[in-house]
């Protein structure tokens, strides 16, 4: 059949009275839609994936800080808010001379503290007493958890972490609060070996900065 040509083939199709068409064949938009709505398909899941993961819509995102950041004017929490850890009102209330007037401390040889850890039960006001610093203060405030930080990846966590200092060094002074700071820090050494461990690497991270 490969050297009968086409007249010759529509004249054995009349003998054997057999009713035959023409058809056209598949244009070029034709046989590629297809393809090209899989590959679309493929590239939105990709993109809702990197949505899920990174939390901005990009691979660039994956290293960004997810904390919330409060603005001086919208953080309107002060300590007369706060009530029944007197305590640790009078102890923070030096935290806010050192941010209101870190000359008159600088100027004597004194350094801000680096850090304060706020032990206690959920609900017991840590989240609200940092807030009432930043308010009398009169500084901005950025609010994130410690499981914001850990990711599959590896380097993802430590990312963020310097991506946050970052953005509160641009408006420093500034105030960092860590909610739920125990998914980050366990006993050190009992991750993988190598110093890999992705929890490992951001606590690292965090103790630099």
Do not use: C
């Not at 290293?63 to 409060?70: E, F, Q």
């Not at 706020?118 to 609010?143: D, R, S």
Request: no cysteine; aromatic share 10%; net charge neutral.
């Amino acid at each position: 059949m490969a050297d009968t040509t086409r007249s010759e083939v529509e004249e054995l199709l009349r003998s054997k009275k057999i009713a035959w068409t023409y058809g056209e064949p598949a244009s070029f938009w034709a046989t590629m839609a297809p393809m090209l709505m899989l590959s679309a398909l493929f590239i939105l899941a990709f993109f809702f994936l990197l949505r899920r993961l990174g939390g901005a819509g990009s691979a660039m995102s994956f290293g960004r800080s997810r904390g919330r950041l409060y603005a001086q004017e919208d953080v309107k929490v002060t300590f007369n808010d706060v009530a029944g850890i007197e305590e640790a009102v009078e102890e923070l209330k030096e935290i806010v001379e050192f941010l209101k007037t870190p000359q008159k401390y600088q100027a004597l040889g004194g350094r801000i503290p680096r850090g304060v850890l706020l032990v206690g039960p959920p609900g017991t006001g840590k989240t609200m007493l940092a807030k009432a610093v930043a308010g009398e203060a009169g500084v901005p405030f950025f609010g994130l958890s410690g499981s914001d930080f850990v990711e599959m990846y590896v380097g993802v966590g430590a990312a963020r972490v310097r991506d946050m200092f970052q953005q509160a060094l641009q408006r420093s002074p500034a105030i960092i609060f860590i909610d739920e700071l125990d998914a980050l820090g366990k006993v050190r050494g009992s991750g993988m070996p190598g110093g890999h461990d992705e929890r490992e690497q951001t606590l690292n991270a965090l103790l630099v900065e």
